[in-house]
T-cell receptor, first 117, second 112 residues
């Protein structure tokens, strides 16, 4: 069964420093996708970044990059130059292909990031 | 575009009551889904739909019904509310050919 594991319930980082949020996954699919979402205290789910299993380069979106290590089944999120507004819950998720029709998302339990001034 | 909208934002129900959570999207997305978010458990898929007239169960479907009579709307019905259904409910949609899902703002439901 597919599974996402986020082992860091909470993390602190100093403003302007980089931080890595860990995510490991388990799947027997050859084709899959990995996502990171941000959930601030206001509650909405904000899409940050996506990595396809066949993408050879690590995905980047502004200050966010995804450190994709396929052999280790890890998809860590790196946030560079942390800002106070980055304080939020971060979820790693995997697209379950299931024949290509459904694209269900399986979520990890999240990491609560606190950025300190 | 309004994106994905959900109503109500908050709701309190008594055990045994029924209600419908509304979800609508104006992006002509084929795929729509409902998730629930409980503390410490991330989001879990309740039901999903790949198009009008087609629905299927997700990971935690018991106690919920859905229907998809139009592309735009995907309501979630609680048949007989239970305290275990206290949660935050998110609706999401996407184009079938795209990977990005767009989430609504969520509905916080409390069942007493």
């Amino acid at each position: 069964a597919q599974k996402i594991t986020q082992t860091q319930p909470g993390m602190f980082v100093q403003e302007k420093e980089a931080v890595t949020l860990d995510c490991t996954y388990d799947t027997s699919d050859q084709s899959y996708g990995l996502f990171w979402y941000k959930q601030p205290s206001s509650g909405e789910m904000i899409f940050l970044i996506y990595q396809g299993s066949y993408d050879e380069q690590n995905a980047t979106e502004g200050r966010y990059s995804l450190n994709f290590q396929k052999a280790r089944k890890s998809a860590n999120l790196v946030i560079s130059a942390s800002q106070l507004g980055d304080s939020a819950m971060y979820f790693c998720a995997m697209r379950e292909t299931d024949g290509g029709a459904t694209n269900k998302l399986i979520f990890g339990t999240g990491t609560l990031l606190a950025v300190q001034p | 575009n309004a994106g994905v909208t959900q109503t109500p934002k908050f709701q309190v129900l008594k055990t045994g009551q029924s209600m419908t959570l509304q979800c609508a999207q104006d992006m002509n997305h084929e795929y729509m889904s409902w998730y629930r978010q409980d503390p410490g458990m991330g989001l879990r898929l309740i039901h999903y739909s790949v198009g009008a007239g087609i629905t299927d169960q997700g990971e935690v479907p018991n106690g919920y019904n859905v229907s998809r009579s139009t592309t735009e709307d995907f309501p979630l019905r609680l048949l007989s509310a239970a305290p275990s259904q206290t949660s935050v409910y998110f609706c999401a949609s996407k184009r079938q050919a795209s990977y990005e899902q767009y989430f609504g703002p969520g509905t916080r439901l409390t069942v007493t």
